[in-house]
Antibody
């Protein structure tokens, strides 16, 4: 069965970076992409970006350009999302989800979420 | 950038009601739209993709329609498990702001 297992909760200080991992199993990693979505406390869903599991091609939300980096390690079927220059409004639950091999595709399986808290 | 606007923001309904949620795109997105259900503290769950295709395992009381700029999600007979927040999304683009379905 398809599973996405994310790394554990993080607490970071403003200005620091965080790297969240998402380990996939139950499917051929390189046939799909990974989408990253976050949700601030009490708020809606915010799309952060997408990375191809095949060739590492990325597409980031304009708002996060320059601060977000998405990568994959196909040898371990793991995707990573790194967010730098953290601010208090980056406090959120971060989700990875299986997307398509191309950008225009839906997200059908989701990770359990990783809480990132930014606080001095 | 394409913007997605959902209405209403909150909807109060009773078990057995027919419920419709609307999502409008700021420009045509063909049928590249998904609907998700989210319950508190849980990850979103895919309900509908390609505007009207039911994801495997999702009850048939859920249906989607529309193309271009206007889309709807319909729950034919609201069940207790359906009280949740629903989001539309143009694939790998911003989500709608969400519609919370509450018990009337």
């Amino acid at each position: 069965q398809v599973q996405l297992v994310q790394s554990g909760a993080e607490v970071k200080k403003p200005g620091a970076s965080v790297k969240v991992s998402c380990k996939a199993s139950g499917y051929t990693f390189t046939n799909y992409g990974i989408t990253w979505v976050r949700q601030a406390p009490g708020q809606g869903l915010e799309w952060m970006g997408w990375i191809s599991g095949y060739d590492g091609n990325t597409n980031y939300a304009q708002k996060l350009q320059g601060r977000v980096t998405m990568t994959t390690d196909t040898s371990t079927s793991t995707a990573y999302m790194e967010l730098s220059s953290l601010r208090s409004d980056d406090t959120a639950v971060y989700y990875c989800a299986r997307g398509g091999s191309q950008l225009l595709y839906w997200a059908d399986y989701w990770g359990q979420g990783t809480l990132v808290t930014v606080s001095s | 950038d394409i913007q997605m606007t959902q209405s209403p923001s909150t909807l109060s309904a009773s078990v057995g009601d027919r419920v419709t949620i609307t999502c409008r795109a700021s420009q045509s997105i063909a049928s590249w739209l998904a609907w998700y259900q989210q319950k508190p503290g849980k990850a979103p769950n895919l309900l509908i993709y390609d505007a009207s295709s039911l994801q495997s395992g999702v009850p048939s009381r859920f249906s989607g329609s529309g193309s271009g700029t206007e889309f709807t999600l319909t729950i034919s007979s609201l069940q207790p498990d359906d009280f949740a927040t629903y989001y539309c999304q143009h694939y790998n683009k911003p989500f709608g702001q969400g519609t919370k379905v509450e018990i009337k």
